[in-house]
Nanobody, 127 residues
Framework: QVQLVESAGGLVQPGGSLRLSCAAS????????MAWFRQAPGKEREFVAA????????RYGASVKGRFTISRESGKNTVAIQMSSLKPEDTAVYYC????????????????????WGQGTQVTVAS
């Protein structure tokens, strides 16, 4: 089994920045594909970003591209997402996800491709 633990989210003002991290333990490998999804109240879960396990290739959701950056700590089972220029519409519960598989770029955004999920952490963007 793989356990994923997200860092605490928080309250951020519009235009501000926040960094979330996700630590994987158990059978997790530093070559796992890891991703972030989010879910706002009353909405479906949305893909945010992913980083492929075998080559570190990133993929971003359209709504965050250019504002968020996903990265992996070298040789560690930890992935982070740096969120900048935050907007009220970024308010959501953010979930970390992982899989041992390596997908083509198009499939990296599909939540069905991930086998392990964290508990989620709340991010609120408000003034």
């Amino acid at each position: 089994q793989v356990q994923l633990v997200e860092s605490a989210g928080g309250l951020v003002q519009p235009g501000g920045s926040l960094r979330l991290s996700c630590a994987a333990s158990g059978r997790a490998s530093s070559r796992y594909t890891m991703a972030w999804f989010r879910q706002a109240p009353g909405k479906e879960r949305e893909f945010v970003a992913a980083i492929r396990g075998n080559d570190g290739h990133p993929r971003y959701g359209a709504s965050v591209k250019g504002r968020f950056t996903i990265s992996r700590e070298s040789g560690k089972n930890t992935v982070a997402i740096q969120m900048s220029s935050l907007k009220p519409e970024d308010t959501a519960v953010y979930y970390c996800a992982a899989t041992s598989r390596n997908y083509n770029t198009g499939y990296m955004s599909n939540e069905e491709g991930y086998d392990y999920w964290g508990q989620g952490t709340q991010v609120t963007v408000a003034s």
